[in-house]
Nanobody, 121 residues
């Protein structure tokens, strides 16, 4: 049983930074790609960022490129999403997921419960 627990969300002001964490258990963490997705109220879930098994390859949605950075620590079984220069449109519930990688949520098999990020203007 794979378990993912996100943390680090909160209420911040526009321009602030947050770092989200995703801790994994019950799996050989280093064999999976990890993705971050987000879902704003009334909208579909959308891809944010992903990192390959080795951590050497990352991808980002255009809306966050240059502001967000995804990284992983395979020793700690944890993936991070550093979010800088936050904007009100970044407000959403953020989810991490484990899978084969890519930008489609269908490529991820296990999901965390989500953490709320709210950015005020």
């Amino acid at each position: 049983q794979v378990q993912l627990v996100e943390s680090g969300g909160g209420l911040v002001q526009s321009g602030d930074s947050l770092r989200l964490s995703c801790a994994a258990s019950g799996t050989i963490f280093s064999t999976y790609a990890i993705g971050w997705f987000r879902q704003a109220s009334g909208k579909d879930r959308e891809f944010v960022a992903a990192i390959r098994r080795s951590g050497g390859s990352t991808s980002y949605a255009d809306s966050v490129k240059g502001r967000f950075t995804i990284s992983r620590d395979n020793v700690k079984n944890t993936v991070y999403l550093q979010m800088n220069s936050l904007k009100p449109e970044d407000t959403a519930v953020y989810y991490c997921a484990v899978g084969v990688g890519g930008t489609s949520s269908r490529l991820y098999d296990y999901w965390g419960q989500g953490t709320q990020v709210t950015v005020s203007s």
